[in-house]
């Protein structure tokens, strides 16, 4: 869960910081727009652009396209992204697999994915950083323990709990205060002005009028269960025309929903907090909300009656205050800076041509798809990527002089095995182990550690993990990669990248272990094929079966298996995967409700069955009742005759027993009722 959370929480700040920086540049873009059509360009679409930051602050991905603004500008590569300002701690940064020899960290995350009773406790994979528990003497060299990257974390989330509880204060007293001292207007004559406004827009949800002290104009307040608020003391010092001039503005404001772009726009303040040019396009954006709205408001008017709209802005500017941007409030009123723009626009109004409207309907769309897409990645023709030396390797001067030659040397190794270069951080002396421990700063997708012999300078041991573009491979790995997606209908896209992974250890007579798989950027989107090498060879594939492909007669073995084991009729196949690797392949079929059964194609039979419309047991039931229940079901699901098979609860696995015989392992899973929910058998 640890791992899930520090994920989580790594991913929604890198999109924070990513947006932020994004939105400044189409900002710019939407400004430099406005100035160049400004009067010529009709109001309303002038406010719709700024629906394009809204949309922008809002999705985490856009789709890549050529046509986008951002191909134009420098690009940040997954090498170059914020998370490499992280530093690595060995106990929240798990990379799964990371102890497995081998294959087996190849093959792992395919697997895991397909089948996830096989995945690894991320909290057994990995204990100490230097491989002991025991007390050692360690001269700590150099530390860079709080990084660049914690340090914005920490300053961010503070900012938002700060701006958050801002939020819901100035919000709650606000709303406080009206309650106290709001009444309801009872004044019919203002009442049957608001009603016939209403009838004008076709509005007809009851909408309470309420005077108030705490507005000093008209105020549209509430976004589900919208009031008009009325100041109090100015009630006597408007007219009849007055009054329905600021109803339908009031009104119109209702009917666009504008109470729900401020309050998602206020949400996006507490979040970009940090960030002028957000507050700046907010405060641009309700500019040219009020404008459109005194666009759409004088349309409902006679020629005659424009000039007297412009005189009651101006009547209500002079007693009304600017209310705080966090408050999801519409306003009759402007500010002094803006008025004059306000009463220019409704000096000269006039019906604006199809025309112009097909012009900023088409401009509107031909900005979205520059902004609302990513740019399209670059890759490069290299067979194989250039990589740099690493950073910080005067850390290394507390070595010999041979032994650190030799060291430099077993890090470029390293890195351009990863084919990626990570800056050196921390240098440990390690003498109890005859080691160097060096620790590398990295993108979060793994550990990044080294091992050096004290007295050679050679590798002892390694764990490291990193994430690679498209930018960052070879071309023959990524053609490989775009011609086996194309094989199973699915295509390379730039929100997905490469895991890459290294263990070594010297003290195991093995090979160094050499892993790259295919993912997706904060699992926004997930591939259809799952792809896995080995030692730059391909050993695992896992792509999608098309339903009408799969035998009948797996169909057929997996309902009734199923049916057996829920003891449900109507059990149907909704998807179907097929698992590939050098040894054996598998088919793994899901049906309705959470019901699947798992095959080996090499020898055709059923191994897997789950009905997890339960979860599994965590309380005691007796072993007697779970060994009773066992006999039946498996026997009756698989054939198999029991006798002679020991039956043990799993301690550490709450919900699980298991049991054994000879070369042969069937792994139960229970409910807290007793039913047995899932079957699995495991030759040894």
Not at 203 to 213: F, Q, S
Not at 652 to 679: D, H, W
């Amino acid at each position: 869960m640890e791992n899930l959370t520090t994920g989580f929480i790594t991913t929604l700040f890198d999109w924070i910081w990513t947006s932020s920086l994004l939105v400044v540049v189409i900002v710019g873009f939407i400004l430099a727009v406005k100035h160049l059509f400004k009067n010529k360009l009709p109001i309303r679409w002038h406010y719709l652009l700024w629906f394009i930051i809204v949309v922008r602050l809002l999705v985490p991905w856009t789709p890549e396209s050529s046509f986008s603004l951002f191909n134009w500008l420098p690009t940040m590569s997954s090498e170059q992204s914020l998370t490499e300002l992280a530093p690595i701690h060995p106990y929240a940064l798990v990379d799964e697999g990371v102890h497995n020899q081998g294959n087996t960290a190849a093959t792992s995350s395919a697997s895991d994915l397909a089948h996830p009773s096989n995945s690894a406790d991320p909290s057994t994979s990995y204990t100490n950083a230097v491989g002991t528990t025991e007390k050692t003497n360690r001269l700590i060299v150099w530390d860079a323990s709080l990084s660049l990257y914690e340090g914005l974390f920490y300053v961010w989330f503070l900012g938002v709990l700060f701006m958050t509880c801002k939020f819901i204060s100035l919000n709650y007293t606000f709303r406080k205060q009206v309650i106290k001292d709001a009444i309801t207007l009872q004044d019919q004559a203002t009442i049957s002005i608001l009603e016939q406004c209403k009838q004008q827009l076709n509005i007809k949800r009851h909408i309470p009028v309420l005077l108030t002290n705490q507005v000093k104009s008209p105020a549209l307040y509430r976004c589900l269960r919208p009031h008009i608020l009325l100041p109090r003391e100015t009630i006597a010092a408007f007219d009849a025309n007055e009054w329905r001039y600021m109803f339908l503005h009031e009104l119109i404001h209702y009917k666009r929903k504008d109470l729900l772009v401020n309050g998602l726009m206020s949400t996006m303040l507490v979040l970009h907090w940090f960030n002028p040019i957000i507050w700046y396009s907010y405060r641009r954006m309700q500019e040219d909300q009020e404008l459109s709205c005194d666009d759409r408001a004088i349309s409902y008017l006679r020629p005659d009656e424009v000039k007297a709209y412009g005189y009651t802005v101006i009547k209500q500017m002079k007693i009304s205050s600017n209310p705080s941007s966090l408050i999801p409030v519409t306003y009759f009123r402007s500010s002094s800076t803006q008025i004059k723009r306000r009463i220019h626009m409704i000096a000269l109004f006039k019906q604006r041509s199809a025309r112009w409207t097909i012009v900023g309907a088409t401009l509107f769309v031909l900005i979205a798809a520059a902004t609302l897409t990513s740019a399209k990645p670059a890759i490069k023709s290299a067979d194989k990527p250039v990589i740099s030396p690493s950073a910080n390797l005067d850390l290394l001067k507390p070595l010999k002089p041979d032994i650190r030659k030799q060291a430099e040397a077993s890090i470029s190794y390293i890195m351009e095995r990863l084919e990626k270069s990570l800056p050196l951080q921390k240098v440990t002396h390690l003498p109890e182990q005859n080691n160097w421990f060096l620790e590398f700063g990295g993108d979060r997708a793994g550990h990044q550690l080294l091992w050096i012999n004290q007295d050679t300078g050679k590798i002892a041991r390694a764990e490291f993990g990193v994430e690679l573009s498209a930018n960052a491979v070879s071309k023959a790995l990524l053609e490989e990669t775009k011609q086996l997606l194309e094989q199973h209908g699915d295509r390379f896209t730039s929100n997905m990248y490469f895991h890459r992974h290294l263990s070594y250890d010297a003290t195991k007579e093995q090979a160094m272990n050499f892993s790259t798989s295919l993912r997706t950027k904060g699992g926004v989107i997930t591939p259809k094929v799952t792809l896995n090498w080995a030692n730059d060879k391909l050993n695992v594939k896992a792509y999608p079966v098309p339903l009408d492909q799969v035998e009948t007669i797996y169909i057929e073995q997996g309902k009734l298996a199923l049916q057996k084991l829920s003891g449900k009729e109507k059990i149907e196949l909704q998807l179907a995967n097929r698992y590939e690797s050098e040894e054996t392949s598998h088919l793994y079929l899901y049906f309705n409700d959470d019901r699947r059964a798992y095959f080996n194609l090499n020898t055709k039979q059923l191994y897997y069955v789950e009905d997890a419309t339960e979860r599994r047991s965590k309380s005691a039931v007796t072993q007697q009742k779970i060994h009773l229940s066992a006999l039946t079901v498996v026997e009756d699901i698989f054939g198999t005759n029991l006798q002679g098979y020991t039956f043990k609860l799993v301690d550490n696995q709450p919900g699980s027993a298991v049991l054994e015989k000879e070369n042969r392992s069937i792994q139960i899973g229970y409910t807290n009722k007793g039913r047995i929910n899932s079957i699995e058998i495991t030759n040894k």
